[in-house]
C-alpha cells in the first residue's frame, strides 16, 4: 500500500523558519517526481514545488523562490521542504503528491500538515 | 507561466442531472510526444485530492464511468452525465506541461 505521511508542520511567527517531512513507502520512490502542493485555510490548491527524481528539475511557484527550498533523500524515502522567511500569507495545509502525469492508477497525497504563520 | 480558468467556479446541480465545468489554459498543453497534459482531481470535504482523469480522458480505476474527460490544446471538460450525492466536492484541473498549475477550482453541491 502507497502512504505519504507528513509532518513538521506548526505554529510559527512572521520570518520564522519550518522544515516539513514527507515519508514516502509502497512505491519506487527515487523513480519518481515528488511536488508539495498547499490550500489555504478555504481557499483552493496551489503548487508549491517540484524535485524530479534524482533531486535535480527543481522549481517553485513565485511566491516562494528564494525562501523555501525542496529536498529529498532517496535512500530513506524522504522528501522535505525548508521554509523560511515565513509570512502570514503562507499558512496553509501543505501536500506532498506525486502529481503523475502519464501513468493510470499513480497518484498519491499525502493527508497533508498544517502549517499557520503568525503573531 | 501558465494559467488555467475554471468556470463555473460554482455549480449547484439536482441529484441526476449532468454537469459540466470547463478549463482554459492560456498556453496549449501539447507535449512534444503528442500528449497532453491535463489531469481533473476532486476533493470531498475534509479530504485530500483525488486524480479522476489524466492526460484529458483517461479514467483512473475505481472512477465511474459516469465522470468524462474530453479538450485538446487550451480547452478541456469535464462531464459528469449524472450527479450523485456522493460527488459533491471541489473540482480542480492542473495543467502538467509547465511544472504544474491548478485551476481555481469549482464546488459542486446538490440543489
Known amino acids: 500500500e502507497v502512504q505519504l505521511v507528513e509532518s513538521g508542520g506548526g505554529v510559527v511567527q512572521p520570518g520564522g523558519s519550518l522544515r516539513l517531512s514527507c515519508a514516502a513507502s509502497g512505491f519506487n520512490f527515487g523513480s519518481n517526481v515528488m511536488n508539495w502542493v498547499r490550500q489555504a485555510p478555504g481557499k483552493g490548491l496551489e503548487w508549491v514545488s517540484h524535485?524530479?527524481?534524482?533531486?535535480?528539475?527543481?522549481n517553485y511557484v513565485d511566491s516562494v523562490k528564494g525562501r523555501f527550498t525542496i529536498t529529498r533523500d532517496n535512500a530513506k524515502n524522504s522528501l522535505f521542504l525548508q521554509m523560511n522567511s515565513l509570512r502570514v500569507e503562507d499558512t496553509a495545509i501543505y501536500y506532498c503528491?506525486?502529481?503523475?502525469?502519464?501513468?493510470?492508477?499513480?497518484?498519491?497525497w499525502g493527508q497533508g500538515t498544517l502549517v499557520i504563520v503568525s503573531s | 507561466d501558465v494559467v488555467m480558468i475554471q468556470s463555473p467556479l460554482s455549480l449547484p446541480v439536482t441529484l441526476g442531472q449532468p454537469a459540466s465545468i470547463s478549463c482554459k489554459s492560456s498556453?496549449?498543453?501539447?507535449?512534444?510526444?503528442?500528449?497532453?497534459?491535463l489531469n481533473w482531481f476532486q476533493q470531498r470535504p475534509g479530504q485530500s485530492p483525488r486524480r479522476l482523469i489524466y492526460k484529458v480522458s483517461n479514467r483512473d480505476s475505481g472512477v465511474p464511468d459516469r465522470f468524462s474527460g474530453s479538450g485538446s490544446d487550451t480547452n478541456f471538460t469535464l462531464k459528469i452525465s449524472r450527479v450523485e450525492a456522493e460527488d459533491v466536492g471541489v473540482y480542480y484541473c492542473?495543467?502538467?506541461?509547465?511544472?504544474?498549475?491548478f485551476g481555481q477550482g469549482t464546488r459542486l453541491e446538490i440543489k
Open positions: 498556453q496549449s498543453l501539447v507535449y512534444s510526444d503528442g500528449s497532453t497534459f
Open positions: 524535485i524530479g527524481g534524482s533531486g535535480n528539475l527543481i
Open positions: 503528491a506525486t502529481l503523475n502525469l502519464r501513468l493510470p492508477d499513480f497518484d498519491y
Open positions: 492542473m495543467q502538467g506541461r509547465y511544472w504544474r498549475t
